[in-house]
């Protein structure tokens, strides 16, 4: 079992930014990968950045390449999300998710635990 708790959301200005971070406890957070995903109202959940669990490799939406970064310390058994140059098309939940197979993988179904999400808004 894992368990994620999102935090970090909230409502910030277009061209601002917010950190989310994501504690995990459970299984020995070092041994899966990460990955955080959205949700906009009236939207499918979509994929955001993934991480492996050695913070190795990284992957981005094409939406967010180059204004956000995934990083994780297995130390304090967090995941990262620093989201730069915000604007009103990154308003929605944001969740992470563990992944306990071979991961990181993209498609949500393939994440075995979620988070219960933390908001973010950007006004237009």
């Known amino acids: 079992q894992v368990q994620l708790v999102e935090s970090g959301g909230g409502l910030v200005q277009p061209g601002g930014s917010l950190r989310l971070s994501c504690a995990a406890s459970g299984r020995t957070f070092s041994s899966y990968a990460m990955g955080w995903f959205r949700q906009a109202p009236g939207k499918e959940r979509e994929f955001v950045a993934a991480i492996s669990w050695s913070g190795g490799n990284t992957y981005y939406a094409d939406s967010v390449k180059g204004r956000f970064t995934i990083s994780r310390d297995n130390a304090k058994n967090t995941v990262y999300l620093q989201m730069n140059s915000l604007n009103p098309e990154d308003t929605a939940v944001y969740y992470c998710?563990?992944?306990?197979?071979?991961?990181?993988?993209?498609?949500?179904?393939?994440?075995?635990?979620w988070g219960q999400g933390t908001q973010v808004t950007v006004p237009s």
């Open positions: 998710a563990a992944d306990l197979g071979l991961g990181p993988q993209l498609e949500d179904y393939e994440y075995d635990y």
